[in-house]
Structures are given as C-alpha cells and as structure tokens.
C-alpha cells in the first residue's frame, strides 16, 4: 500500500496542474473582481458630452436600470465591442449610458459618428478622476447599475454574445423580477 | 582600454539613470522625506492594469493616474494605511502586495503549510512501519567505500 503513495502523489499533482490550466482558460487573469458589487455607484457630476454646460450626476440617472458602458477613441476593443452594443443594447431593456473615459471630447464624438451612437445618455470624464472612483482601470468596462444607484454586476473587457446571453441578460432579468 | 571601460559604465549608469526616471514624472514634494515616503507606499501598491508591477515601476496610464491620487491624498495629510484602504475601496485586496489574512486568501497563506504537514506525515508513518517491521535499514552498497 505505502508502495503506492508516491503513485497517488503524482496522480493528485497532476490533477492539481490541470485544475490550473482548466482556471487559467476559463478566467480572465487580468480581471479584478469589484468590491464595489452591491453597493451604492459612488456620487458623480459629468459634463454630458454633447453639451458639456450640462452635467449628469448620479441623481439624475436614479429610477430606473442603467448599463453604465466605460469607452474611449483610443480604446480597441472598445471597437469590437461597439457592433454588440449596437445590436443588443435596444433589446436589453435598460438604458445604455457612455462613459467616455480620458478621451478628448472631439476624438469622441469622431469616434460615435463613425461607430454608431447606442447611448441614450452620454457622459464625459476628460481626467478620468472620478473614474477611479468606480474603480475603473482600462476600457472597455461595463457596469450594471440598479434603479437604487447600486451596482450588480460589472464586466472587465468587451463584451461577447456569450456573456451577454450568460451573465448580462440574468443579472438585468433578476433586476426586472425584483422590481415587480 | 581601461579609460573606455569607464566611459561605458558612466554611460551604462547614465542610461539606466535615464530609463528609470521615464516611468515617474517629477512631484512637487515638500522634501525628501515626503519623497522617501511616496517612493516607500507606491512600492507597495500594485497597478491594476499590469498586475506584475508595482505602482512606482509601471508605465500604465492607469498606474499614473494612481500616482497622482497618491500623491494628492498624501498632500491632503491622511496616512499610508487610510491611502491603501481608499485604493483597497476602489480596486480591491488585488492592489496590495502584501495580500491580507481573511477567507479567500487561506489556500494562499496556509496551503503551503499543510502539504508540507502531508508530506511530514507520510515520511513519519514510513519510517515508523519500517522500524516496527524489525528489518533492519537497507544497507546500499555503492561499492565507493575507498
């Protein structure tokens, strides 16, 4: 029996390995999970893009869902992203707001006429200050944000149809059935 | 040959000089301590975004932005502590080198601990059965006895 320790030693090293390779394939490495989930949106006040004397506070955004979508010109996969923001955002039933992150307001609205404009509200962060606020560390971000101002969920990196019918569309349904 | 010698390392000392001041733009510090203190915190926190690097080495436009945060809450008189919860508020445990003791960082603090114990344990239930067996330890004869 002893004999066969060393046996069942290499057989539970190698299954150890292989439950890291299967994590490292299903997870994003980079991702850092938000401590912000379930709790309230930190306050902000935004110059609205398009109007810029305009500002958009938390407040302003209260009572209903809102998928609060992190974006920049200069952001790549924001690009890719973009098509599926596009085709899904009116179905999805929440509103999409743009959060458009240490861009240069020109730059961006460049962008939005090229890409398309899926954004019922748009908002400006030229410094990206308050966006540390949220926690945010790159582009694209997307958090999901409650008629109460608390965030539900958030998604690091662009969305892909697979996620959106997985994790997206379950957390903006578990939202509706709350409110009933 | 020996003066060239010389006159690579300065220019080698240069260069690394050089290549080290581009990742941290200069900070108005009110001294040096300030500065030792700054160079001390931000080598503690860890960038988000290139999670291999600290805060005062990476050149991520995310970890420059948290410099300046740093640096602004440092100038607003709150301590090392209360500057790490904020970033800890907004980035999580992640940003902290030093990870913290609570439920979802046991397998990293004592996982290690107990596959040694495992280990210590098989070594020790081996060595006993073998010397309650009464045979007498394997003698190897490696035939280098000279």
Same mark, same amino acid.
């Given at each position: ?26 997870? +994003? ?73 240490? +861009? ?16 019922? &509200? ?23 944000? +409650? ?34 | ?78 301590? +090392? ?13 992640? &940003? ?27 070594? &020790? ?22």
């Amino acid at each position: 029996m002893s004999r066969l320790i060393p046996f069942f030693a290499f057989l539970a090293l190698c299954g150890l390995f292989g439950f890291g390779i299967w994590w490292n394939s299903h997870h +994003d490495q980079t991702a850092i999970p938000s401590p912000l989930i379930n709790k309230p949106a930190p306050e902000f006040a935004l110059p609205e893009l398009y109007d810029p004397a305009k500002m958009v506070t938390k407040k302003d955004l209260l009572g209903k869902p809102y998928l609060l979508n992190v974006f920049a010109s200069w952001c790549v996969e924001c690009a890719v992203e973009h098509p599926l923001l596009e085709a899904e955002g009116p179905t999805l039933g929440v509103e999409l707001v743009g959060y458009n992150y240490k +861009d240069q307001p020109d730059d961006a609205k460049a962008w939005l006429a090229r890409h398309g404009n899926p954004y019922q &509200v748009l908002m400006a962060d030229v410094s990206g200050q308050t966006a540390i606020d949220f926690g945010v560390y790159a582009a694209p971000e997307t958090f999901l944000v +409650d008629a109460k101002g608390v965030i539900r969920y958030k998604r690091i990196g662009p969305f892909t149809p697979e996620v959106i019918e997985k994790e997206l569309k379950p957390a903006i349904a578990a939202l509706a059935k709350e409110s009933r | 040959m020996r003066r060239l010698v010389v006159l690579l390392a300065i220019g080698l000392l240069l260069f690394a000089g050089l290549a080290g001041a581009q990742a941290i733009e200069p900070m108005p510090f009110k001294d040096h301590a300030q500065e030792l203190r700054f160079q001390h915190l931000t080598a503690q926190l860890r960038c988000p975004m290139c999670q291999n690097e600290t805060l005062a080495d990476s050149n991520a436009p995310i970890a420059r932005d948290l410099r300046h945060e740093v640096f602004r809450l440092m100038q607003e008189g709150r301590t +090392d502590d209360q500057i790490k919860q904020y970033l800890v508020a907004r980035y999580s445990d992640y &940003v902290l080198y030093d990870p913290p003791v609570n439920p979802t960082t046991w397998v990293l603090w004592f996982g290690p601990l107990l596959i040694l114990l495992a280990g210590a344990v098989v070594v &020790v239930v081996t060595i006993r059965k073998r010397s309650r067996s009464g045979a007498p330890p394997p003698t190897i004869d490696h035939g280098d006895d000279w």
